[in-house]
């Protein structure tokens, strides 16, 4: 069972069915009950950060996810927002205190080239930094995958970095660190790459 982390803002539906379509059967639940049940566990998200952790906090979730991931070291894989919030804290709307489970904050993504749009919204190639990291198993150095942000993490001091992305400057696109995985892009919008990424992450993390 994997427990999709339901706070009212996540992309569950093409997160749920990615999980489905790889053999493994998904709980989409905001349950502490379920969410412990789960062999592993994954936040997605779409929208601001402010909102996601007050979202997240409404529903009792913080004390949960801290207990799941941090206490009992369940696996987690955050996506999109959902990876923003396990940084330190986001400029976006003021500053909000993040899930702090990767030591590094969240920024305005700014691109050094000003024809560059944000959000940025597109394919991209993934640098791999960290090569050996399980996420990715059998997938190419520079392959594609669909980001869809406004928001960048800075880059950790503390080696959890695995992969970056250049958009008028390079950004840290995936982290590991433990237990805890994240994401910038969407995998389950990102074809074949995606799905490989993904079945690393629910079959061997």
């Keep these: 069972m994997i427990g999709i982390v339901d706070y009212g803002l996540g992309n569950l539906t093409s997160v749920a069915g990615a999980v489905a379509k790889l053999g493994f059967k998904p709980d989409v639940t905001s349950d502490a009950a379920r969410l412990e049940a789960a062999d592993k566990l994954i936040l997605p998200g779409v929208g ?6 007050a979202n997240l906090q409404a529903r009792g979730l913080i004390d949960i996810l801290n207990d799941l991931v941090v206490k009992r070291r369940k696996p ?5 927002l959902g990876f923003q919030l396990l940084g330190q804290s986001s ?3 003021g500053d909000t205190a993040g899930l702090g489970w990767i030591d590094a904050p969240v920024t305005r ?3 050094e080239d000003a024809s560059l749009r944000v959000p940025h919204v597109g394919w991209n190639d993934l640098s ?3 090569p050996a990291c399980v996420l990715f198993d059998g997938i190419e150095d520079g392959a594609l995958f669909y980001f869809v942000h406004s928001y960048r993490m800075e880059t950790p001091p503390d080696g959890s970095e695995i992969g970056t992305c250049d958009y008028g400057g390079a950004f840290t696109a995936a982290v590991q660190k433990g237990n805890v995985f994240g994401t910038q892009f969407h995998p389950e919008k990102s074809q074949q790459a995606g799905l490989t990424l993904l079945a690393n992450y629910l079959e061997k993390a």
């Design 76 to 80: 987690i894989l955050g996506i999109c």
């Design 48 to 53: 601001a950060f402010t909102d996601g952790m």
């Design 91 to 93: 400029s976006e709307f």
């Design 128 to 130: 791999q930094t960290r």
């Design 109 to 111: 993504l700014q691109p």
